[in-house]
């Protein structure tokens, strides 16, 4: 019986893409908390220049 239970690879394909996504997630969460600060520079730079637009175009 623990053979047959050891040998069984019916659910190998399911574990290994549980793994893959949870390494891409692990990743991308690691990549956005080492540049958040740049991020968030981006944004407020973006915001700093359209809240200093000329409302009209035309002087």
Same mark, same amino acid.
């Given at each position: 019986?623990?053979?047959?239970?050891? %040998?069984?690879? %019916?659910?190998?394909? $399911?574990?290994?893409?549980?793994? *893959? *996504?949870? $390494?891409? =997630?692990?990743? @991308? *969460?690691? *990549?956005? @908390?080492?540049?958040? !600060?740049?991020?968030? !520079?981006?944004? !407020? +730079? =973006?915001?700093?220049? @359209? +809240? +200093? =637009?000329?409302? !009209?175009?035309?002087?």
């Amino acid at each position: 019986m623990w053979q047959a239970f050891w %040998s069984d690879e %019916s659910g190998q394909g $399911l574990v290994e893409y549980a793994l *893959i *996504i949870a $390494l891409v =997630a692990v990743g @991308l *969460i690691a *990549i956005l @908390l080492v540049l958040r !600060n740049g991020i968030g !520079n981006v944004f !407020n +730079n =973006a915001a700093t220049v @359209l +809240n +200093n =637009a000329p409302t !009209n175009p035309y002087p």
